[in-house]
């Protein structure tokens, strides 16, 4: 294999690595005191602010910056900052498998709306995602019990981000600066709505005080790392193919799972070794399924 072939590959490994670990900072802003509602937002916003000089150059040169892809743009920005705080309300394993039970969503909405078939595949991905959530979450009075709002929202992520997910495929011929753009302006709108709700453990509006004091490692935050890791991951899907680039975003999971069990001193036993195995297995069988179904249907 090339050097052209390999580079974009291990572009994404890293982004979806790095994503992995994501939890960290935003365990460290919310410990300096910002909510988690506005620590999610933070995270849309000063990304924005960065890419606004390039947004309104991109305007000069009469050159889309994305907007229009507002349906994508809303779903994945929605879906992210809905992980994002669930990541600060519930434990960041149980955030992580919840979300990742993506697949029996996909399921769902491929035969359920898009008219499908229902194959060995699908049905095998449904039941281990879907086995997975059951292993989290529990059964009957445990679960009514351990179920939490951030449990709710890493839940409602992956439904979202599936949708979201299905639109950007359909997209032909947008860039990555509009990929990037629409992710980043939406999210905000969505995140500053999700901040303002009245729900409890969101949090209000942060100080400037605050603000000022965070500012610098929001700006560091934005330029080292979550614009180049949504750009690594933008970019380096278009030349990478589906079943492959599925299988190298699933390190997210894998690094985010194995550092959460190392660093974050939260609750990581059999139950949860158990649901990791069964979602992840359901995102692998997935991905071998769709790329075996033209001989299946």
Known sequence: MSLDRIRPEWIVAASAALWGLFWIPLRAFENQGLSAG?????????PLVCLLPFALWRVIRR????????????CVGAAFALYCASLLLTDVVRALILFYVMPAWGTLVEVGWMGRKFTVWRGLALLFSLAGMLTILGIGREFLHSFNLGDGMALLSGVVFTL???RVRQLQKVSTFEQLFAFFFYGTLVSLFLAYLPIINIGGVPGS???ISLLPWLTIMSVLFLIPVMMGIYWGS??????????????EAI????SAALLAGEPFGAREVIGSI???????????????EPSLE
């Open 238 to 251: 278009r030349f990478v193919d589906p079943g492959r680039l599925g299988l190298l975003l699933q390190l």
């Open 164 to 166: 979201g997910a299905m």
């Open 63 to 74: 050159q889309p910056i994305g907007l229009n892809q507002w349906m994508a743009g809303i």
């Open 255 to 258: 690094v985010g799972i194995g």
């Open 38 to 46: 506005w620590t999610t937002v933070l995270q849309f916003v000063a």
């Open 278 to 292: 069964l979602v992840l297995s359901a995102g692998a069988v997935e991905i071998f399924g769709n790329q075996a």
């Open 209 to 211: 005080k605050t603000l």
